[in-house]
């Protein structure tokens, strides 16, 4: 799992609070493409457009898993690359049954398909960011919900193996914790969700317990993430946050996801001064200890919140350092916002795109 | 003296301009509005015999009056049969829309964009997504104005600013009333019954606007706001809890006093952060809402018949009957100690004083008006584009027709092309609605249109 997929925890979190609402009315544009027979229609042409060509044997679907597992900037190689992990996954046919599992089970198959499902985690979280903040198409809405349940089927087969392992390995466990926060982040019924937080914030007590330090310190860092938005009477604790989140950078201090979660939890709690340190340490990351999408996005967010506390050219520091990598990397996604039902896209006045404006 | 001289005439050539030259157009009861539209000079008014319209009218002149004529039940109804997509658009300033009944459209009912000094009064609108829908304006009165069946909002103003909302009745929309990325707005008399949610007061992710501050909304009904929210299941309003009197997500200073909240079966008013609804996406918003005052106003029966997502998520709680549901980390609001109401959520806050009331505030308003700037051709496809074409197209995939990206493909350096097929389009794909002929944009924006899509739009 790369280390912006740590992030989904928030997400889901806010997701679980607040579901979506029932089905549509008929009427307008968007209702009726929310029609059975027109959403039947594009799911079956998103199926046809999803597909993977077909690769078989272990070693062909692994390497095809390893050769674009990371590729966050295009959602269809990494779909394809993740299903081609736990195509690989299945043939190992590792048994489901703990006591055959302990016995059986080589190290090496257990890093593997932990890193199977790691990948599943950063793909949820890719697609998570290809749903539009306003409105998207039928086409785009087929796609990504087809895509979503695809991925999840694949990562509870996974999950049903690597389950048997959870009480005897922390890193299991907090994988775990950390599916269940992403794999219910979109298309799930809110009861789903909120059972789906509820585990995983008793999985990750129990891991934290154990050693905080697992997996670089992802434990603190997701349940510091779902303490820093529940409210107050469901359980939060913004300070309990800000202790966890603190933790987890001590671990991982060039982890730029927690950053960006440190940084909005003081400025959350208008601890201006902590978060302007911590942003000056985060511009002086070096972009290749990242997934290179990852550090645009996170540079573009932590750009925004250094504005958010009053460092401008902080900012533009991180600005320029993000269209360096862009330029130099144009496969990347920028993440353009575009206009849909009246809203988002370019100031129709001053034609700049709300990237630019500051 | 040469000053006073110039001056005078000044004031002379402005009345004249706006009155003594001002002609008053009639459109025959059926005829077409848009021809009428079209021939109408700046301070013109023209008055709509009551009759039935199946058009989209679109006005770009300033001082433009488009008022409809009433005679009894018989209005000037403008009719989008389920087919067109905006009743009337307006990016004219000094518009007036008076006194219209606006009913079958898919998109818009009744929308002005970039158009100051803006009065939208006494019209009726029925159905579409938006119902009234200002945005980018400055300046602006919605006043007197029926509004019922929104997907949406029912009045919506969007990236607006001094812009009094009052006297308007908003029933059996997913949002009776919201204000959305707005400054300095007033919301006042409104009677806002049996939508899923009042009165929303948001600030929006992705938007070119980044913030909203100094909202007041006082002296409305807000009752029974409990209707299943009907919002398209991929629109951002589908989120909106239903059962909700006030929702405030996001923006800052804001004042919500002698009001009347009741019967709304989840919660009278409830605050939240945008990290609450998972719209914390866009870095340069302040998502926390901050100064939130409730004060002075009337209570009755909210929270005592909670469901749906925010009884799940309350249950825990085993609390009901909540008049302030507070979720988030803003700061400075307050309650009146008074007004001995049940919150959750506000450990935060504190207690209101008696100069917090805005209970005079009589306008949201600039004094003599805001600027008038003319816009240029680049700024007028700019938005109509944002008004018009994004009703039926996404960006980067199929909405109600293709792609912008796919027809930037089609039409690469071929505008006239592009406008060519706006005028006259043909069906071209089984299963599409056939797109209606944008004909009424006049030659001029449709070029500006062709040129923004061809060449600006995500370059």
């Known amino acids: 799992m790369t280390r912006n997929g740590k992030t989904v925890a928030l997400l889901a979190t806010c997701a679980a609070l607040l579901g979506t609402a029932l089905a549509a009315q008929t009427g307008s544009v968007l209702s009726d493409l929310e029609s059975e027979e027109v959403r039947a229609r594009y799911r079956a042409e998103a199926a046809e457009k999803i597909a993977c060509p077909r690769i078989e044997g272990y070693d062909a679907l692994m390497a095809a898993f390893e050769k674009n597992a990371t590729s966050k900037w295009d959602r269809a190689a990494m779909g394809c690359a993740t299903e081609y992990g736990a195509r690989a996954m299945d043939e190992l046919s590792l048994p489901t049954n703990l006591i055959w599992a302990v016995a059986t089970f080589r190290t090496g198959n257990i890093e593997t398909h932990l890193e199977v499902l790691g990948a599943h985690l950063d793909y949820f979280e890719v697609l998570d960011q290809s749903y539009s903040a306003h409105y998207q198409g039928v086409e785009l809405a087929a796609e990504l919900g087809l895509r979503w349940e695809q991925a999840r089927e694949r990562a509870e087969g996974l999950m049903a193996r690597i389950d048997p392992l959870v009480s005897k390995l922390n890193e299991a466990r907090l994988l775990r914790a950390a599916y269940l926060l992403a794999s219910t982040l979109r298309e799930t019924q809110t009861d789903a969700q909120n059972a789906a937080v509820a585990t995983a914030v008793e999985d990750l007590q129990i891991a934290i317990g154990e050693n905080p330090e697992a997996l670089d310190g992802l434990g603190p860092l997701l349940l510091g993430q779902v303490l820093a938005v529940l409210p107050e009477f469901l359980g939060g604790d913004i300070l309990a946050a800000i202790a966890l989140l603190e933790q987890a950078h001590a671990l991982n201090p060039t982890d730029l996801s927690v950053h960006h979660t440190l940084v909005e939890a003081y400025l959350g709690e208008r601890e201006t001064d902590k978060a302007l340190a911590l942003l000056k340490q985060a511009v002086g990351i070096d972009p290749v200890a990242e997934n290179l999408q990852d550090y645009v996005d996170e540079m573009k967010y932590l750009g925004g919140l250094a504005l958010r506390a009053g460092a401008p050219e902080l900012a533009r520091q991180m600005g320029e350092q993000r269209a360096t990598v862009l330029a130099a990397h144009q496969q990347l996604d920028p993440r353009k916002e575009m206009a849909a039902l009246g809203h988002g896209g370019a100031d129709p006045l001053t034609g700049k795109k709300p990237e630019d404006l500051n | 003296m040469k000053t006073l001289s110039t001056l005078h005439g000044a004031v002379l050539a402005s009345l004249l301009s706006s009155t003594a030259l001002a002609a008053e157009l009639t459109v025959p009861s059926g005829g077409s509005i848009q021809d009428v539209v079209n021939q109408a000079a700046p301070g013109d008014t023209i008055l709509v015999e009551p009759g039935i319209y199946h058009q989209s009218v679109y006005v770009d002149k300033p001082r433009i009056t488009l008022r409809g004529l009433r005679d009894g039940d018989n209005w000037a109804l403008l009719d989008g049969e389920m087919k067109l997509n905006d009743g009337i658009i307006a990016s004219g300033h000094s518009i007036v829309i008076d006194g219209f009944r606006v009913t079958g459209y898919k998109g818009n009912g009744i929308m002005t964009q970039g158009a100051n000094n803006f009065e939208i009064s006494n019209n009726y609108v029925e159905g579409a997504f938006y119902g009234i829908f200002p945005q980018f304006g400055r300046n602006g009165l919605v006043i007197g104005n029926t509004v019922t069946g929104a997907e949406d909002a029912g009045i919506y103003v969007g990236m607006s600013d001094n812009v009094d909302v009052i ?163 803003g700061r400075d609001s307050c309650v009146l100690p008074g007004d001995g109401i049940d919150t959750l959520g506000t450990r935060r806050w504190q207690d209101c004083l008696g100069d917090n009331s805005v209970a005079g505030f009589a306008t949201a308003r600039l004094e003599g008006g805001a600027e008038e700037p003319e816009y240029t051709l680049e700024q007028k496809g700019r938005l109509t584009y944002l008004a018009v074409c994004t009703g039926c197209h996404a960006y980067d995939s199929v909405l109600h027709g293709p792609s912008m990206q796919s027809i930037q493909a089609i039409y690469d350096g071929d505008p006239s092309g592009m406008v060519g097929y706006i005028t006259d389009p043909v069906r071209k794909r089984e299963g599409f609605p056939e797109m209606p002929p944008q004909t009424y944009l006049g030659e001029e924006t449709l070029d500006a249109i062709a040129s923004y899509i061809l060449e600006d739009l995500g370059k």
């Open chain 2, 167 to 329: 006297d308007n009745v908003a029933f059996g929309n997913v949002m009776g009333i919201e204000f959305e990325n707005t400054r300095n707005a007033l919301m006042a008399g409104n009677h806002v019954y049996d939508n899923a949610a009042g009165i929303t007061l948001t600030l929006v992710p992705g938007l070119p606007v980044k913030d909203a501050y100094s909202q007041v909304i006082r002296d409305n009904r807000i009752i029974g706001n409990n209707h299943v929210n009907f919002a398209p299941a991929s629109s951002i309003a589908a989120g909106v809890p239903s059962g909700t009197g006030i929702l405030v997500v996001g923006p800052d200073n804001i004042t919500i006093e002698n009001n009347e909240i009741a019967d709304n079966d989840n919660v009278g008013v409830f605050v939240a952060d945008l990290i609450t609804f998972g719209m914390d996406s866009d870095p340069k918003l302040d998502p926390y809402s901050d100064g939130v005052r409730v004060m002075g106003n009337t209570w009755r029966g909210n929270g005592e018949n909670m469901n749906g997502m925010l009884a799940e998520m309350l249950a825990a709680t085993g609390k009901t009957g909540i008049e302030v549901l507070a979720m988030g980390k």
